[in-house]
């Protein structure tokens, strides 16, 4: 077996470049041909395994034609980064250590990896330095690690230990969500017992802010979910306001910035995200917008001792001291996420980040401007890297984005916002360039006429 390692592994190295090559120039969405292939790969089980090279073919011969090219320059779909060199490369060694990273005795590179890259993205976000983080499979559970904590920490204020009595006859938590709450906040909620729709919700504005105006009195133990970076047009909640309100009746304020809070890293949206310094906790994710492989996310939380308690699993063999990842996640055994991070951030330094998001909210300028310029309404104030484009009714929208999927020089999808049918495109990969923008707004021009 070992005789036939390296041999195989410089295949799948040489099939991975070809693979990245190619991924700019090929259609963004697989052919319908190459989708039907994957049914190929259905088999019934071996009773005897086909080899590992012959394995290696058969998932580039017939996987890599049916990905989708989200690892490439023309991909506006979600908020979806491509990989940077650095963090690809780093993946790559890091899946041939196979470190286990849920305590420091199991793998001393990926513990001291991962602590040094959360200070730094606390330092690139403004957000208070030395604060824990544990990397989370993306911001979804980032939320819910988070909430969790925040639960616990408003019920032990009202004299509730959650952690060990959990919520059946705790005092009622209040929950106060935006009109425009990701839909991941709501399923963390959910998660964590605190219901998907029992929130309070305060209205937004037509960007999907929430209105700091006419707030309601808070009483009891209470967590407020704000949000930096709406996923449809990038707008960030007004913090200061809305921090100081929630302090004034005690709340626990928790934000999501998935992709916004990397706003901060950029002099000229940094204002967009002012104040969230002041919330208790923040959910993000490094797969978007610092473009590192998957899947990476990360739930900072101010206070270590409150993320510990909501997440700490003792046994006799577990070392129980320090800031051990599998004790400030939800996880125990966990990929080493923080050596991608890591790496990606040394590679491209403070400026190469604060470039990356200047670049991509210049290029999704370009975007909303070439649309207009052809005669199309963005719905959106364009003041981060999110565009939402009508072509008029439901339909006609509908059949458009449909037709720039199929054309494939880049690929969109749909939203609705505030009623209206748009195409939503987010500019979110490190290899997109003014090119890649004037070519897919020609694509999607020449599709809509
Ligand atoms: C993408 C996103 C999430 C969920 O992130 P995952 O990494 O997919 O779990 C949560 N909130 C916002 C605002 C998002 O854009």
């Known amino acids: 077996m070992l005789a036939g390692r390296p041999a195989l592994l410089r295949d799948a190295c040489e099939r991975a470049v070809a693979y990245l090559d190619g991924v700019a120039s090929r259609p963004v969405a697989p052919s319908e041909e190459a989708v039907a292939g994957?049914?190929?790969?259905?088999?019934?089980?071996?009773?005897?395994?086909?080899?590992?090279t012959h394995v290696l073919h058969v998932l580039d011969e017939v996987g890599s034609p049916a990905t989708v090219a989200s690892n490439g320059p023309r991909y506006f779909g979600f908020v979806t980064g491509a990989a940077f060199p650095a963090a690809q490369a780093a993946s790559w060694l890091s899946t041939a250590w196979d470190q286990n990273a849920a305590l420091t005795v199991m793998s001393p590179v990926a513990a001291r990896l991962g602590e040094v890259a959360v200070g730094w993205i606390a330092d690139l976000l403004g957000l208070p330095s030395g604060i824990p983080g544990g990397f989370v499979t993306?911001?979804?559970?980032?939320?819910?690690?988070?909430?969790?904590?925040?639960?616990?920490?408003?019920?032990?204020?009202?004299?509730?230990?959650?952690?060990?009595?959990?919520l059946v006859g705790a005092p009622p938590v209040t929950v106060v969500v935006g009109a425009e709450v990701h839909a991941t906040v709501r399923?963390?909620?959910?998660?964590?017992?605190?219901?998907?729709?029992?929130?309070?919700?305060?209205?937004?504005?037509?960007?999907?802010?929430?209105?700091?105006?006419?707030?309601?009195?808070?009483?009891?133990?209470a967590i407020v979910c704000l949000q930096a970076g709406n996923v449809n047009t990038g707008a960030s909640?007004?913090?200061?306001?809305?921090?100081?309100?929630?302090?004034?009746?005690?709340?626990?304020?928790?934000?999501?910035?998935?992709?916004?809070?990397?706003?901060?890293?950029?002099?000229?949206?940094?204002?967009?995200?002012?104040?969230?310094?002041?919330?208790?906790?923040?959910?993000?994710?490094?797969?978007?917008?610092?473009?590192?492989?998957?899947?990476?996310?990360?739930?900072?939380?101010f206070d270590p001792e409150t993320?510990?308690?909501?997440?700490?699993?003792?046994?006799?063999?577990?070392?129980?001291?320090?800031?051990?990842?599998?004790?400030?996640?939800?996880?125990?055994?966990?990929?080493?996420?923080?050596?991608?991070v890591w790496a990606t951030l040394a590679s491209i330094g403070r400026d190469g980040v604060g470039d990356l998001v200047e670049r991509c909210c210049r290029l999704a300028r370009r975007f909303a401007?070439?649309?207009?310029?052809?005669?199309?309404?963005?719905?959106?104030?364009?003041?981060?890297?999110?565009?939402?484009?009508?072509?008029?009714?439901?339909?006609?929208t509908d059949a458009v984005i449909a037709a720039v999927?199929?054309?494939?020089?880049?690929?969109?999808?749909?939203?609705?916002?505030?009623?209206?049918?748009?195409?939503?495109?987010?500019?979110?990969?490190?290899?997109?360039?003014?090119d890649d923008i004037d070519r897919s707004v020609a694509a999607i021009t020449a599709c809509a006429r």
């Open 38 to 52: 994957l049914l190929e790969l259905g088999f019934p089980l071996p009773r005897q395994g086909l080899g590992a």
């Open 138 to 166: 993306g911001a979804t559970m980032a939320n819910a690690t988070c909430l969790a904590a925040a639960r616990d920490a408003v019920l032990t204020r009202h004299g509730w230990d959650a952690g060990r009595d959990g």
């Open 187 to 221: 399923k963390a909620l959910g998660i964590i017992g605190l219901g998907r729709d029992r929130a309070v919700v305060l209205p937004a504005d037509g960007q999907g802010r929430i209105v700091a105006r006419d707030l309601p009195a808070l009483d009891g133990p």
């Open 237 to 301: 909640d007004p913090f200061p306001p809305l921090i100081e309100w929630a302090h004034d009746h005690g709340a626990w304020v928790h934000v999501d910035g998935a992709f916004g809070l990397w706003a901060a890293a950029s002099p000229a949206t940094a204002s967009q995200v002012a104040g969230v310094a002041g919330a208790e906790s923040w959910a993000t994710d490094c797969h978007k917008w610092l473009n590192t492989t998957y899947d990476c996310g990360l739930a900072l939380v």
């Open 307 to 340: 993320l510990r308690l909501a997440m700490e699993a003792s046994a006799s063999y577990l070392p129980g001291s320090g800031a051990e990842s599998m004790h400030l996640t939800p996880q125990s055994s966990q990929r080493a996420r923080g050596v991608e």
């Open 369 to 396: 401007d070439g649309m207009r310029a052809a005669g199309f309404a963005v719905l959106n104030d364009v003041v981060l890297n999110q565009v939402l484009v009508s072509f008029g009714d439901a339909a006609r």
């Open 405 to 434: 999927q199929a054309d494939g020089t880049c690929w969109c999808g749909p939203t609705t916002w505030h009623g209206q049918r748009a195409m939503r495109v987010s500019v979110s990969s490190w290899c997109t360039t003014d």
